[in-house]
């Protein structure tokens, strides 16, 4: 029971800390100067490194909660219709990301699962729009699918580079008490990795 309590503790603490770096890499993102070639919606999004970081790392369930900090985060910074669609992209892409990480085909890799969670995102955030703006919104569809496969391999690769850093910054054995089969195989001997 006490094994369990310390690991508990250790998957609440890695998900708070996960939380964090996403409002840490939202803020960084806002910072950036605007691009102004890209379709209304599409962004490079950062953040999902820690979403992405979650699921492979935690499970589901904590990058849903990850999921809906960031949603927090949006509408409070940026109005209701920020929020709805934050919270729509970031659920659906969890959602995708999660259950491709435990499908029993080969393994995506990062950069596979980072590919299929910006998608999801940008679709989420798509259907987000044409339900409180108008239907015209899925002419972007296209368009957004494009840029969730360009930002989502960035974000994939991204947290491959990154990986010994975030997790240092997590309790000890906090993703493999939590995310045991989901934990990454070390880089140059994991499936996918090599691709």
């Given amino acids: 029971m006490h094994h369990g309590t310390r690991s ?5 603490a890695g998900t708070g800390l996960l939380g964090a770096l996403a409002l840490v890499l939202s803020l960084l993102e806002s910072a950036l100067p605007p691009v102004t070639a890209l379709p209304p919606g599409a ?6 490194i820690a979403v992405l970081y979650a699921v492979q790392c935690l499970g589901g ?60 995102h940008n679709l989420g955030q798509l259907l987000a729009a044409c339900l409180i703006t108008t239907q015209a ?16 391999a960035v974000t994939g690769t991204i947290l491959r580079v990154t990986m010994p850093a975030i997790k240092r910054l997590l309790p000890p054995s906090a993703g493999a008490t939590a995310g045991g089969p989901h934990m990454p195989p070390r880089p140059g001997k994991g499936r996918g990795e090599g691709k």
């Fill in 61 to 120: 369930f904590p990058a849903v909660c990850v999921a809906l900090v960031k949603g927090v985060f949006a509408g409070l910074t940026r109005g209701g219709a920020a929020f709805i669609m934050s919270t729509s992209g970031g659920l659906l892409s969890t959602a995708v990301m999660t259950l491709f990480s435990r499908s029993k085909r080969p393994s995506f890799g990062l950069l596979g699962l980072g590919v299929a969670g910006g998608v999801a």
């Fill in 8 to 12: 508990a503790a250790r998957l609440v």
């Fill in 43 to 48: 962004k490079l999004g950062l953040s999902n």
């Fill in 137 to 152: 919104a899925v002419w972007y569809a296209p368009l957004l699918i494009g840029f969730g496969v360009l930002f989502g």
